[in-house]
C-alpha cells in the first residue's frame, strides 16, 4: 500500500476508505482535501492525518502517492483541469470515483507526467452523503471499475488495485464508452424512467389521493424518483447522448408492450412480454457473476408486532455474528413480513440459520 493517499471531497464514500484505512493501522497517511467545515468534523472524527482545503492544490498534491478524487462529477473534471498545469515532482497516480468515464478519462489524459491518471467508478454508495455516515464496509463486494489507459501496463495503477483489494471491492476493467453504455442503460435510464413515473402521476388519480394506494411494485419503480438532482445534473450533461440512446430503446420495447395490450385477447405477444422480462431478470443473479452474490443470504419470517426485527437482530448481535445487508420484503399491515439478511461466509449464514431455527423462527436459507 502506498503511502499517502489524498481524498479530494471528504464525504460519504472518501470518508469511507480513510474509515477502513484507519481502522486497520495501516502504515498509510490519509490526507484529506475539502471544504473547512467538513475538514473540522473530519479531524474530530479521526478520520485523517493531513488537512487541506480545497484551493491548496500545490500543498496537498506534494508528497501525494495516490490522489482519489471523490466530488461530483463536474468537481473532478476542474480539478483535473487544475492538475494539468502542473508538475509533480515524483510520480503520482490519479483517479476518480465519477459516475461516467468518457469526459473524466478525456480530461485525465491530458495531464502531464510524472502524473498518471485511471478513471474510475466504484459501484457502492448510499442515499446518505456525508462523512458523519462513513461506513469502512461500505465497499465490501462491490464493483470498481477501472478505465486505464494502458490496461496491459498494470504496474501503473498498481497502488489503486491494491487499494481495492483492501477494501475487499471487485475490479472490473472497461474501456470509458463501454462504462457509459452500460451505465446508461442499467442506471442512467432507470433514474430517468422513475423520475417519469413518479411525476406523470394523472390529475384523476391525485385528484381523489388515489397515489396513497401504490402498491410494493409502484413504489420500488419510484424509489429512485427521490434521487438528489445535484448529483444527477452532472451525469446526464457528462452521459446525454448515451442516456438518450437507452431511452430511445426502452421506448420502442414499451411500443411492444402496447402492442401486445392491443392485441388482446390473443396473449401470444403479452406472454412473449414476460417470458423476456422473467429471462432478463434472472440474468443479473446469474451464479458467479454477480459481487452482491458473493454474500450468503436467509430470509426469516415475521410477525406483524412491535419489536419483530429486533427479536431477530439482537440474537445475532449477542453472539457476534456480523450481517452485511438487510432488506425487510413483503410488508403489509397484519400479514407476516419476510426478512432477508446477508453474511459474508457460510458458516455465518449456517450459524444464523441454526440460532434462529433454535428460537423458532421460521428460516430459509436462499
Known amino acids: 500500500m502506498v503511502g499517502r493517499i489524498t481524498l479530494v471531497g471528504f464525504g460519504l464514500l472518501a470518508s469511507s476508505i480513510a474509515s477502513a484505512l484507519k481502522q486497520s493501522k495501516l502504515p498509510v497517511r490519509v490526507r484529506a482535501v475539502s471544504s473547512a467545515g467538513t475538514l473540522k468534523r473530519a479531524q474530530e472524527l479521526k478520520l485523517a492525518d493531513e488537512f487541506f482545503e480545497y484551493g491548496d492544490v500545490e500543498a496537498w498534491v506534494a508528497d501525494s502517492d495516490l490522489i482519489l478524487l471523490c466530488t461530483p462529477i463536474l468537481g ?212 458467479g457473476r454477480n459481487a452482491g452474490s458473493l454474500f450468503h443470504e436467509i430470509t426469516v419470517q415475521l410477525k406483524d408486532k412491535p419489536g419483530a426485527i429486533l427479536s431477530v437482530m439482537q440474537p445475532l448481535a449477542d453472539v457476534h455474528l456480523n450481517i452485511r445487508d438487510i432488506e425487510l420484503m413483503k410488508v403489509r399491515e397484519n400479514l407476516a413480513g419476510t426478512l432477508l439478511l446477508a453474511f459474508k461466509t457460510e458458516e455465518e449464514a449456517s450459524a444464523a440459520v441454526k440460532l434462529l431455527r433454535y428460537l423458532e423462527f421460521e428460516v430459509e436459507e436462499r
Open 76 to 287: 473532478i473534471l476542474s480539478t483535473l483541469e487544475t492538475l494539468s498545469a502542473i508538475t509533480p515532482k515524483h510520480p503520482v497516480l490519479v483517479s476518480d470515483i465519477g459516475s461516467t468515464k468518457s469526459a473524466i478519462c478525456k480530461a485525465g489524459a491530458k495531464l502531464k507526467a510524472p502524473f498518471t491518471f485511471v478513471g474510475a467508478h466504484p459501484m457502492a454508495g448510499s442515499e446518505k452523503r456525508t462523512l458523519e455516515f462513513n461506513d469502512p464496509s461500505l465497499f465490501e463486494n462491490a464493483y470498481w471499475f477501472l478505465c486505464p489507459m494502458d490496461a496491459g501496463d498494470t504496474a501503473s495503477y498498481a497502488a489503486l488495485t491494491e487499494l481495492i483489494s483492501f477494501l475487499h471491492a471487485e475490479p472490473v476493467l472497461l474501456q470509458p464508452e463501454e462504462h457509459d453504455g452500460m451505465m446508461a442503460w442499467l442506471s442512467h435510464m432507470p433514474q430517468m424512467v422513475s423520475s417519469t413515473l413518479a411525476g406523470n402521476l394523472p390529475s384523476r388519480l391525485l385528484e381523489h389521493n388515489f397515489q396513497h394506494f401504490a402498491g410494493r411494485g409502484f413504489r420500488d419503480m419510484t424509489r429512485i424518483a427521490a434521487s438528489h438532482w445535484g448529483m444527477w445534473h452532472d451525469i446526464l450533461l457528462t452521459n446525454r447522448e448515451q442516456i438518450a440512446l437507452a431511452l430511445a430503446e426502452f421506448a420502442k420495447g414499451i411500443e411492444e408492450t402496447q402492442n401486445a395490450i392491443a392485441a388482446l385477447p390473443d396473449d401470444t405477444l403479452a406472454h412473449a412480454v414476460f417470458t423476456r422480462g422473467n429471462e432478463g431478470r434472472a440474468s443479473l443473479f446469474a451464479p
